[in-house]
């Protein structure tokens, strides 16, 4: 059975509750028409407005991480259960923006994942190389350890609901897209690795998304690709043009 593609925005550290509203409201005739599951994941504080403005809609929402505990005294962080109280599908998990500023590590990915899974939340799990990385020739031994270690202890019927975003990190905001032989060959990795750990059934079944100035102008190709099942979207998810990316056929 085909893929269904899944085309994501990452907001970032961007936008207001009520930035948030009227964006989501100027967003949902431009994505109606998509052939592709729309999600938009924001931050924290925006995600009820954004959950309460998508209604109807074919946009679902994503939170940008999530905390591995139930509860408790965790000063500043988001727990599992708060987000799905608040209506949230998808939750990003280990992108490289959390990992280099704010400590994440495999392990920590790792444990977010498996708590994600507990309360039915989809992870998309973020992996990628640095620049020095790709240039040593280590990008799939390093893709390859990030994957291995964040999918330790997750069931193959759980791995199969998962999303996994490779970023390149020398993509990320540069306006520097990977070329389609790069983002496929590493999404087409990941793919083979999966088989690996689990079996076909489950590598047939997960979605590899792409990420990294994925913009109008490129999402097409990029996204044609055997192994590339959509994108996780930056800049790009900030503007109309997001329309444009997930419309992108
Ligand atoms: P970008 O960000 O599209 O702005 O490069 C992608 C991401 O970090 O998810």
């Keep these: ?11 970032k550290m961007n936008k207001t509750p009520s930035e948030t509203r009227s964006f989501i409201e100027e967003l949902k005739p431009l994505v109606a028409g998509a052939d592709a599951e729309v999600v938009c994941c924001v931050p924290a504080i925006d995600i009820i407005p954004a959950v309460e403005a998508a209604k109807g ?11 591995f505990e139930e509860k408790g005294a965790f000063t500043g962080e988001i727990a599992p259960n708060m987000l799905v109280d608040a209506g949230v599908t998808y ?3 280990g992108h490289s923006e959390r990992r280099e500023y ?3 590590t495999n392990e920590t990915v790792n444990k977010k994942v498996k708590k994600a899974f507990e309360h039915g939340l989809k992870p998309i799990v973020c992996c990628g190389e640095t620049l020095t990385q790709r ?9 390859r350890q990030q994957i291995k270690i964040a999918f330790l202890d997750v069931t193959p019927e759980q791995a199969k609901e998962a999303v996994i975003a490779y970023e390149p990190i020398w993509a990320i905001g540069t306006g520097k897209v990977a ?5 496929q060959e590493v999404c087409g990795a990941i793919r083979q690795l ?4 689990y079996d076909e059934a489950t590598a047939e079944a997960i979605r590899i998304q792409y990420g990294g100035s994925v913009a109008p102008k490129n ?29 992108y056929k």
């Design 135 to 143: 240039e040593q020739g280590i990008t799939l031994d390093w893709i």
């Design 1 to 11: 059975m085909a893929r269904k593609m899944i085309i994501a925005g990452n907001w």
């Design 194 to 197: 999966i088989a690996e750990i």
């Design 219 to 247: 999402a097409a190709e990029l996204f044609a690709q055997p192994d590339i099942d959509g994108g996780l979207v930056g800049g790009a998810s900030l503007k109309a043009d997001f329309g444009q990316v997930v419309c």
């Design 179 to 183: 070329t389609t032989e790069q983002a």
């Design 91 to 93: 939750v990003i998990l």
């Design 57 to 67: 809609s074919n946009i679902v929402i994503g939170a940008e991480n999530m905390y």
């Design 102 to 104: 704010f400590a994440e």
